[in-house]
Protein backbone atom coordinates (compact mmCIF):
# COMPACT_ATOMS: atom_id res chain seq x y z
CA UNK A 1 0.00 0.00 0.00
CA UNK A 2 1.51 3.79 -1.23
CA UNK A 3 1.43 6.33 1.48
CA UNK A 4 -1.02 9.21 0.41
CA UNK A 5 -0.07 12.80 0.95
CA UNK A 6 -2.11 15.31 2.52
CA UNK A 7 -2.47 19.05 2.33
CA UNK A 8 -4.98 20.89 4.51
CA UNK A 9 -5.44 24.54 4.98
CA UNK A 10 -6.98 25.84 7.82
CA UNK A 11 -8.70 29.33 7.75
CA UNK A 12 -9.90 32.08 10.35
CA UNK A 13 -9.67 35.53 11.32
CA UNK A 14 -8.65 36.62 14.51
CA UNK A 15 -11.59 38.36 16.74
CA UNK A 16 -11.57 40.86 19.74
CA UNK A 17 -7.79 41.15 19.90
CA UNK A 18 -6.13 43.37 22.42
CA UNK A 19 -3.57 46.24 21.37
CA UNK A 20 -1.03 44.30 22.93
CA UNK A 21 -1.95 40.90 20.81
CA UNK A 22 -2.45 43.01 17.63
CA UNK A 23 1.63 44.56 18.60
CA UNK A 24 2.61 41.13 18.88
CA UNK A 25 1.44 39.61 15.98
CA UNK A 26 3.07 43.25 13.83
CA UNK A 27 6.26 42.45 15.60
CA UNK A 28 6.13 38.78 14.23
CA UNK A 29 4.57 39.46 10.82
CA UNK A 30 7.58 38.80 8.64
CA UNK A 31 8.07 35.57 10.20
CA UNK A 32 4.49 34.98 8.82
CA UNK A 33 4.79 37.12 5.46
CA UNK A 34 2.68 34.60 2.25
CA UNK A 35 5.82 34.43 0.93
CA UNK A 36 7.05 32.00 3.72
CA UNK A 37 3.82 29.76 3.19
CA UNK A 38 4.60 26.27 3.02
CA UNK A 39 2.51 23.28 3.58
CA UNK A 40 4.59 21.14 6.73
CA UNK A 41 3.66 18.97 9.77
CA UNK A 42 3.73 21.36 12.11
CA UNK A 43 1.67 24.08 10.03
CA UNK A 44 2.86 27.23 8.90
CA UNK A 45 0.74 30.12 9.43
CA UNK A 46 0.42 33.29 7.41
CA UNK A 47 -1.28 36.25 7.92
CA UNK A 48 -0.98 40.39 7.28
CA UNK A 49 -3.24 42.04 10.25
CA UNK A 50 -2.73 45.23 8.64
CA UNK A 51 -4.98 44.40 5.62
CA UNK A 52 -7.20 42.39 7.23
CA UNK A 53 -7.35 40.43 10.30
CA UNK A 54 -7.63 37.40 8.43
CA UNK A 55 -5.09 33.77 8.70
CA UNK A 56 -4.19 30.87 7.29
CA UNK A 57 -2.27 27.66 8.85
CA UNK A 58 -0.83 24.92 5.78
CA UNK A 59 0.03 21.26 6.78
CA UNK A 60 0.85 18.52 5.45
CA UNK A 61 0.25 15.03 6.56
CA UNK A 62 0.22 11.71 5.63
CA UNK A 63 -2.29 8.65 5.33
CA UNK A 64 -2.19 5.22 4.03
CA UNK A 65 -5.99 5.04 3.47
CA UNK A 66 -8.32 7.66 1.62
CA UNK A 67 -10.47 8.20 5.02
CA UNK A 68 -7.38 9.17 6.47
CA UNK A 69 -7.43 12.85 5.07
CA UNK A 70 -10.63 13.54 7.99
CA UNK A 71 -8.63 12.44 10.55
CA UNK A 72 -5.71 14.38 9.24
CA UNK A 73 -8.03 17.68 8.51
CA UNK A 74 -9.26 17.03 12.51
CA UNK A 75 -6.12 17.06 13.95
CA UNK A 76 -4.79 20.31 11.56
CA UNK A 77 -7.97 22.21 13.09
CA UNK A 78 -6.99 21.30 16.62
CA UNK A 79 -3.37 22.17 16.09
CA UNK A 80 -4.53 25.55 14.49
CA UNK A 81 -6.77 26.44 17.94
CA UNK A 82 -4.34 25.36 20.25
CA UNK A 83 -1.54 27.23 19.01
CA UNK A 84 -4.08 30.53 19.02
CA UNK A 85 -5.62 29.43 22.42
CA UNK A 86 -1.67 29.41 23.85
CA UNK A 87 -1.32 32.86 22.83
CA UNK A 88 -5.16 33.97 23.86
CA UNK A 89 -5.80 34.62 20.44
CA UNK A 90 -9.75 35.06 19.63
CA UNK A 91 -10.93 33.67 16.34
CA UNK A 92 -13.99 33.24 14.29
CA UNK A 93 -15.22 31.20 11.17
CA UNK A 94 -12.79 28.63 10.86
CA UNK A 95 -13.08 26.19 8.41
CA UNK A 96 -10.78 23.53 6.44
CA UNK A 97 -10.28 22.38 2.88
CA UNK A 98 -8.17 19.41 2.33
CA UNK A 99 -6.46 17.68 -0.78
CA UNK A 100 -5.52 14.24 -1.46
CA UNK A 101 -2.38 14.74 -3.56
CA UNK A 102 -2.56 11.41 -5.35
CA UNK A 103 -5.85 12.50 -6.38
CA UNK A 104 -5.04 15.79 -7.75
CA UNK A 105 -4.74 16.18 -11.43
CA UNK A 106 -1.06 16.26 -12.94
CA UNK A 107 -0.33 19.86 -14.45
CA UNK A 108 0.92 20.35 -17.74
CA UNK A 109 4.52 19.84 -17.31
CA UNK A 110 3.93 16.48 -15.32
CA UNK A 111 1.27 15.16 -18.00
CA UNK A 112 4.54 15.96 -20.64
CA UNK A 113 6.76 14.19 -18.38
CA UNK A 114 4.85 11.43 -18.10
CA UNK A 115 4.42 11.27 -21.50
CA UNK A 116 8.73 11.50 -22.42
CA UNK A 117 9.59 8.51 -19.31
CA UNK A 118 6.96 6.33 -20.63
CA UNK A 119 4.78 6.75 -17.32
Avoid: C, N
Avoid at 20 to 25: D, E, G
Avoid at 67 to 73: G, N, P, R, Y
Avoid at 84 to 106: I, N, V
Wanted: proline share 3%; no cysteine.
Amino acid sequence: MSTRTFRITVRGAFDALTDAQRAALLAEAAEHDVLHAAFTPDGTLTYDITARPAFTFRFSATGEEEEDILEATEQAEETAKAWLAERGYGFKRLRSTAEDLSQAPLGKRQRRAARTTGA
